[in-house]
């Protein structure tokens, strides 16, 4: 058997303050008020998103340090890949990211002096080192470091 709790009328309870209890003969089942996940499974998804949002935070924040170290040494008089300082690379004959195609007569030398006039030894060797070679073709497309 099986105790319940009877709701008493207003009167009732206004007046006797005593709850009313009667015997039951099957077992009842108290309602259910939370549906959906368990308090441990909604922990460790919480759990699971904090971990992510840290991670996120920490790529961010690594790349947007990262980005302000960099951008002042090349802003201010930094060096470039080809030697050249930020306001020499900017003003010289071919800027960095430029596709240079080989006209006859030229040599790694000739463009290298086109790229950097102060430095072309420098220029000359990121240049063979992309192209792989020290010999260049007329026709042949070569991307400015």
Same mark, same amino acid.
Do not use: W
């Given at each position: 058997?099986?105790?319940a709790e009877i709701e008493a009328s207003e009167w009732e309870m206004m007046y006797t303050r005593a709850?009313? &209890?009667r015997l039951l003969d099957a077992p009842v089942e108290a309602p259910r008020y939370r549906t959906g996940l368990s308090i441990s499974e909604r922990r460790q998804r919480r759990e699971r998103k904090q971990a992510? &949002?840290?991670r996120t935070m920490l790529i961010v924040g690594s790349v947007s340090i990262l980005a302000l170290l960099v951008w002042p040494s090349v802003a201010f008089g930094g060096t470039s890949v080809t030697g050249l300082s930020g306001d020499s690379a900017a003003t010289g004959n071919l800027s960095s990211g430029v596709s240079y195609t080989v006209q006859s007569g030229d040599t790694m030398?000739?463009?290298a002096r086109l790229?950097?006039?102060?430095d072309p030894a420098g220029v000359q060797r990121v240049l063979e080192q992309e192209v792989g070679s020290d010999v260049v073709l007329?026709?042949?497309h070569i991307i400015v470091p």
């Open positions: 058997m099986a105790i709850s009313h &209890l992510l &949002l840290r030398a000739s463009i790229i950097n006039p102060n007329p026709g042949e």
